[in-house]
């Protein structure tokens, strides 16, 4: 597995625990990016494709159980381990009700680690290469490239900005079904304050009137919750 280079997100806030595992996974072939808090944490990973992610449980800004419930939110396949100093039944339990797919206990055995990561994406890769396929997206008329922020229509093509296109991804990821809006502001801004609010209505306008060369897709408010993205 380490021969296809698995791209690991890492959520550690202890500082040279991170740096420890981060450079263990590296010398397996992983690439590895390393987050110290929960809120950067879901920032980056609604910014890159992750074949798994760890997580520590006790985290600044945002707990690894509620990072895990976020990135369930528009991935539902990506493997999440979760790392822990808590040992009873009742935590292992919550960890498996956020999300997880397994949980090691501090202080633990980084070749267990290594062997519990390879085991997880032998079972799941197949699974996370679909995962990568949802950078695509058919918007009635319209075509999304996600990863090269691309909004095509027959008329024409644009270029959309990063944050954009997080927008509309995640618009598109929740097709049908009301959209929190502090659900985008988190992962997109990585806060949701009322100014970054305001922010997000003015995008939320721009991509409407890119979309707009196509009646049947539109972009619905959902008065005091968020935003619906309509297709028909």
Not at 17 to 33: E, P, S
Not at 58 to 76: C, H, Q, V, W, Y
Not at 202 to 209: A, D, E, G, T, W
Request: aromatic residues 8%; negative net charge; proline residues 3%.
């Amino acid at each position: 597995m380490s021969e296809q280079k698995a791209s690991i997100l890492l959520v550690e806030d202890d500082q040279n625990l991170g740096f420890v595992i981060q450079d263990a996974l590296k010398r397996k072939g992983y690439n590895v990016h390393l987050c110290r808090d929960g809120k950067e944490g879901l920032k980056q990973f609604n910014e890159t494709v992750y074949d798994l992610c760890v997580l520590d449980v006790m985290l600044p800004s945002k707990d690894g159980f509620s990072l895990a419930e976020d990135i369930r939110l528009t991935n539902a396949e990506v493997p999440i381990v979760f790392l822990t100093a808590k040992s009873q039944t009742e935590d292992r339990i919550a960890g498996f009700k956020a999300g997880g797919d397994d949980y090691l206990t501090k202080p633990f055995s980084h070749e267990e680690l290594l062997l519990r990561i390879e085991a997880i994406l032998r079972r799941t890769q197949g699974r996370t290469e679909d995962q990568r396929g949802r950078e695509l997206f058919e918007i009635g008329a319209f075509t999304f490239d996600h990863r090269n922020l691309m909004l095509s229509h027959p008329s024409e093509e644009r270029k959309l900005t990063k944050k954009e296109a997080e927008v509309l991804r995640l618009l598109c990821m929740h097709q049908d079904n009301v959209l929190p809006r502090e659900l985008v502001l988190n992962m997109v801004w990585g806060d949701d304050t009322y100014f970054l609010g305001r922010s997000l209505d003015v995008f939320i306008s721009r991509l409407r009137k890119y979309l707009k060369a196509d009646p049947s897709v539109r972009i619905v408010n959902v008065h005091g919750v968020g935003f619906k993205l309509h297709v028909g």
